[in-house]
C-alpha cells in the first residue's frame, strides 16, 4: 500500500505533460471515450485509430448509433474483429435513447448496467467524463501494479484483480480521471508487456520494487489454464462468369454470428475435393485453382484455412452472390475469409 499512496502526484504530472494528443482525448464527451474504450478492449491504438474515425464520421452520436441497422454496423466494424462488442454498443445506445432520454450515466454503477460494459469499461468512463474516484483496472494497469509492489500472484487469477482493484482504491486522487489514464498510458508506453520496461523514462522508479530489486522482466506473473483448439476449412471463392462471388450468412449465435462468410468445409481438400463439393452446391464447377494458405488467430481458437478460386457457370441458390463493389460496401466479411480474397489475383 505504501509504495501506491506515493504514486498519485508523480504519476499525474507525468501524464499531464507526456499524454498522447488522442482524438477521444479532445474533449470529455461520454460518447467519445465509450466507442474508443470498447474498440481498445482488443485492439491495439496505433490499430484502432482509423476506425475510430470513420466510426465517428459516420455515427457522431448515440442517436445515429442507434438507428444505425445492425448489417450496416458490422460492415463499419470490419477488421476490428469481436464483433459482439459492436452489438453491445447498438444495444447500449439504445437503451440511452430509448429510455435514459439520450442521457449518460455519471457513475461506474450505472454504466455496469448497460450492455457490453464491464468493470474496467465503467471506471474509465465515468472517472475520465464525470471524475467520480473509481479505478480501471486492465491489463496494463494491473503490469505496472504488479512491478509497482513485486508481486507474484497471478494476474489471470480474477481473486487478484479484485485485490489490486480495492487497493487502488484507496489511493485515487481527486483527479481521479488523469490518475487513471495515467497509469494506462505508463502501461502503454513506458512499463511495456513482453519486454524490458523502459524504467529510464518512468516517473514512478523510485517507488518500485520491482526496478529496486531488478525483477520488472519476471513480472507481471501470467499463467494461463486455458488450451488452444485448431480449425482446418477449405474456403472456396466461387466466381460467376459475371464476376460475383458466393457467399452465405452465418448462424445467428457463435463464433463470428450473423456475418457473412465464403463457403467453407471442414477439413483440407485437395483441386479434385473442391471440385466435386462445388459440384454437390450445384454451381456446375468448370476450374478449381489453389489461391493461399491463411492462419487466423481467434482467443481460443485458430483457424488454418486453405483457399481455392472456383470458377463456375450456375449460381445456386443457396448462395448470395455479391459483386466486388458489394463485397467492399454492403457484407460484413470477417477478417480471416478476407484474408484469403485478398490473396485472390482477381482482388489485387
Not at 460494459?117 to 473509481?134: D, K, L, P, Q
Not at 509492489?149 to 480495492?166: D, I
Amino acid at each position: 500500500m505504501k509504495n501506491l499512496s506515493l504514486i498519485a502526484a508523480p504519476l499525474t504530472a507525468w501524464y499531464d505533460k507526456n499524454k498522447r494528443p488522442l482524438p477521444w482525448r479532445a474533449d470529455k464527451n461520454p460518447y467519445h471515450v465509450w466507442v474508443s474504450e470498447i474498440m481498445l478492449q482488443q485492439t491495439r491504438i496505433e490499430a484502432a485509430l482509423g476506425y475510430y474515425q470513420r466510426f465517428m464520421e459516420a455515427l457522431p452520436d448515440v442517436q445515429s448509433l442507434s438507428r444505425i441497422g445492425e448489417e450496416d454496423l458490422l460492415k463499419l466494424w470490419e477488421g476490428l474483429g469481436y464483433y459482439s462488442r459492436a452489438r453491445n454498443l447498438k444495444k447500449a445506445a439504445d437503451i440511452i435513447v430509448n429510455d435514459l432520454g439520450g442521457e449518460f450515466p455519471q457513475t461506474a454503477a450505472e454504466w455496469r448496467k448497460l450492455p457490453g460494459i464491464g468493470e474496467y469499461t465503467a471506471g474509465a468512463i465515468a472517472s475520465v467524463c464525470f471524475n467520480e474516484r473509481v479505478p480501471a483496472v486492465d491489463g496494463n494497469v494491473l503490469r505496472v501494479l504488479s512491478r509497482l509492489t513485486g508481486s507474484r500472484e497471478n494476474v489471470l487469477e480474477p481473486a487478484v484483480k479484485r485485490a489490486f482493484t480495492e487497493r487502488l482504491t484507496a489511493v485515487i486522487p481527486e483527479n481521479a480521471g488523469s490518475f487513471n489514464e495515467g497509469l494506462m498510458e505508463l502501461g502503454e508506453r513506458v512499463c511495456l508487456p513482453n519486454a524490458l520496461p523502459l524504467c529510464g523514462d518512468c516517473p514512478l522508479r523510485v517507488h518500485c520494487t520491482a526496478y529496486r530489486k531488478g525483477t520488472a522482466a519476471e513480472l507481471p506473473v501470467r499463467i494461463k489454464k486455458t488450451k488452444r483448439t485448431k480449425a482446418e476449412k477449405t474456403v472456396y471463392i466461387l466466381r460467376s462468369a459475371d464476376g460475383e462471388i458466393a457467399l452465405e450468412k452465418r448462424p445467428e449465435t457463435g463464433l463470428l454470428s450473423g456475418m457473412y462468410q465464403l463457403p467453407n468445409t471442414d477439413g483440407f481438400l485437395d483441386e479434385s475435393g473442391v471440385l466435386e463439393q462445388a459440384t454437390e452446391w450445384e454451381t456446375d464447377p468448370q476450374s478449381a485453382v489453389y489461391v493461399a494458405d491463411v492462419k487466423h488467430v481467434f482467443t481460443h481458437i485458430d483457424w488454418y484455412l486453405k483457399g481455392y478460386a472456383v470458377n463456375v457457370k450456375r449460381k445456386s441458390e443457396r448462395f448470395i452472390w455479391a459483386s466486388p463493389e458489394e463485397l467492399d460496401t454492403q457484407y460484413p466479411l470477417p477478417t480471416a475469409f478476407r484474408k484469403v480474397l485478398n490473396r485472390y489475383p482477381e482482388n489485387q
